[in-house]
């Protein structure tokens, strides 16, 4: 059985940096995409960032691009969102999710991911 768990999210103040980790339990990341998706109160989940096929290549949405950053760590078994310039707009539940089979034209959306976190906020307000 996976499970995922999320850490580190916080209340932090416009402009600040966070780094959220979401360890694996009962396998390794190993080849498979990870993502970080995130949800607002009163709105739906969105992706944030991919880590495709273990680390070929990585993605942002657009919000996000430039600021946030996905990487793995292998030796603790965990994949990284290092976010950076934090803005009252990033104020969400912080999801991580792995997915066995995803190709590129669904590595974005929700609901081909096989494995889900709990789920960690993060606040950004003055």
């Known amino acids: 059985q996976v499970q995922l768990v999320e850490s580190g999210g916080r209340s932090v103040q416009p402009g600040d940096a966070l780094s959220l980790s979401c360890a694996a339990s009962g396998r390794t990341f190993g080849r498979s995409t990870v993502g970080w998706f995130r949800q607002a109160p009163g709105k739906e989940r969105e992706y944030v960032a991919v880590l495709f096929r273990g680390g070929v290549n990585t993605y942002y949405t657009d919000a996000v691009k430039g600021r946030f950053t996905i990487s793995k760590d292998n030796a603790k078994n965990a994949v990284l969102l290092q976010m950076n310039s934090l803005k009252p707009e990033d104020t969400a539940v912080y999801y991580c999710?792995?997915?066995?089979?995803?190709?590129?034209?669904?590595?974005?959306?929700?609901?081909?991911?096989?494995?889900w976190g709990q789920g960690t906020q993060v606040t950004v307000s003055s």
């Open positions: 999710a792995l997915g066995e089979r995803l190709i590129m034209s669904t590595m974005t959306r929700a609901d081909f991911y096989d494995y």
